[in-house]
């Protein structure tokens, strides 16, 4: 089958299908053996720089036995594989990176609302050996976002092989918010990433035409880097910090008993309220940060749900140590993530869910003055059919500006990401947005079209300008990547 023929059909399977298949009723059956001889799930290592307002990361090569069987070459900042949680308080934060890999890399802080020369794209390269020092100065509402390297051509590579960490931006005040905040006890967060390994426990990365057309996906999950683990929350409510951290896969989160989730915050900040959901879905970049009420002591299992396009994507299967591995599922129903036990030792914080947040951080959106309309492009791999040029840019928005964005998806659903702004989603193929996409985003999936409201508040200029891109990370690397300038508004 040529790559025509292959999209077509591609194209034929996601219009007959919706974007996820009804899940019959789950059935899990694990026996307390089963839980208690898995590991605890362990929270990447907090690097809390609130008060010092300055931190320090190495991207270096390890070494991981991620299956217990032998270890496999991987990269990690500070340590083999991922990186660590750093927490930001607003204001100065003098970050020096420095490059112990064999090959240029960059740090994107994805999700920070920061001037181009701060925001560390492909056109802030770091050569082996080197250091890039930056001051991030931080004016921005609270909001759970993450780095990882965003070397054109090698993201996908870089960030598979574990070049990623987590950011959390806070303010102090999440306890008079009414919100769990003890992190890796009540406050817990969740990298969620698929990879493949083979036999021997080495992880694989692959770059044949499927895994460019429409992303690498894996048979196995880790969740902060670990296989098989168990989440042990505080019998209460506890809150879990949700990264997509996967190159490619959509995720469709739901608990294997169907219990609620309290949704709080989305990319960009808190909500107005919370609103009560039992499924989420993330595409890779996006986060959510939900409320999940543990209190009966009852296990639970966070599951994917089959969408409707994962036979294009890749399935959870075909591994030892796959998702398969604590649960049997069948291509209808919903795959196992990672199972929760709730511990009766540990005192939950909080007790009930609060009524609003205070979300006015981003102030109002304000009208648009212009609109544009994107299209992300399959054959060649393109945004207007203008494949990715480091040497041009491809629009110039002025500073303070409002725009709408139009947002067109070829063949099948990709993520956009946009860097230095967040946005709101105004619509989705014509219908109202899902509940995790109605708060400030700064990456939104796109099935067929979809409407953003945009803000530009930071300069760019054209020796750093900032990205917008699908977040397959394939498709980025493959050219679905354009760039634009910020200038000062003319008085």
Avoid at 49 to 64: C, D, N, R, W, Y
Avoid at 109 to 137: F, T
Avoid at 422 to 427: D, W
């Amino acid at each position: 089958m040529n790559r025509r023929d292959f999209l077509t059909r591609a194209s034929t399977f996601i219009s007959a299908g919706a974007s996820g298949m009804l899940l019959p009723k789950v059935s899990f059956a694990n026996s307390a053996k089963s839980f208690k001889d898995k590991v605890k799930l362990q929270m990447p290592p907090l690097l809390d720089v609130q008060s010092k307002g300055a931190f320090e990361l190495t991207a270096q090569p390890g070494s991981t036995n991620f299956l217990g069987t032998s270890p496999t070459q991987t990269m990690g900042f500070n340590g083999s594989y991922l990186g660590p949680t750093l927490r930001l308080a607003r204001g100065s934060n003098m970050a020096r990176v420095h490059n112990s890999i064999d090959e240029i890399t960059t740090i994107h802080w994805h999700g920070l609302l920061i001037p181009g020369d701060q925001d560390g794209g492909p056109h802030q390269p770091i050569a082996p050996g080197e250091s890039w020092e930056v001051d991030l100065d931080l004016d921005q509402p609270p909001a759970t976002t993450w780095y990882h390297s965003h070397v054109h051509g090698r993201t996908s590579y870089q960030v598979y092989q574990g070049l990623a960490g987590v950011m959390q931006i806070c303010d102090g005040r999440d306890r008079d918010r009414g919100l769990p905040d003890t992190y890796g006890v009540d406050d817990l967060m969740l990298v969620l990433q698929d990879r493949n390994f083979d036999s021997a426990g080495h992880m694989l990365f692959t770059e044949s035409m499927m895994d460019t057309m429409h992303g690498l996906t894996g048979s196995t999950m880790l969740v902060n880097g670990q296989v098989d683990a168990v989440a042990t929350p505080p019998k209460g409510l506890t809150r879990l910090r949700l990264l997509n951290g996967s190159n490619a896969r959509v995720y469709t989160l739901i608990f294997s008993d169907r219990r609620n989730m309290h949704l709080i915050a989305t990319d960009s900040g808190y909500l107005e309220k919370p609103i009560t959901i039992d499924e989420i879905r993330l595409s890779p970049g996006e986060r959510a940060e939900v409320l999940v009420d543990f209190s009966d002591g009852n296990r639970t299992v966070l599951m994917y749900k089959n969408n409707a396009h994962d036979d294009m994507m890749g399935s959870m299967s075909g591994s030892d140590h796959s998702m398969m591995g604590s649960a049997q599922a069948t291509k209808e129903d919903a795959f196992p993530i990672i199972p929760f036990q709730p511990d009766e030792r540990v005192r939950a914080t909080i007790d009930q869910i609060p009524a609003s947040f205070d979300a006015s951080g981003h102030g109002e959106m304000g009208q648009p003055s212009r609109t544009r309309e994107f299209t992300l492009n399959m054959e060649p791999m393109a945004i207007n059919n203008r494949p990715f040029d480091m040497e041009r840019i491809n629009e110039n928005v002025e500073q303070g500006a409002v725009e709408r964005w139009i947002i067109r998806g070829e063949e099948m659903p990709h993520p956009f990401h946009v860097h230095g702004a967040a946005f709101k989603v105004v619509s989705q193929n014509g219908k109202a947005p899902r509940p995790e996409e109605t708060g400030w985003k700064d990456t939104v999936l796109v099935e067929d079209e979809s409407e953003i409201l945009i803000r530009f508040e930071h300069l760019a200029g054209p020796e750093a300008p900032f990205m917008y891109h699908c977040h397959i990370l394939e498709h980025e690397d493959a050219g679905m990547m354009g760039q634009f300038t910020v200038s000062p508004k003319i008085i």
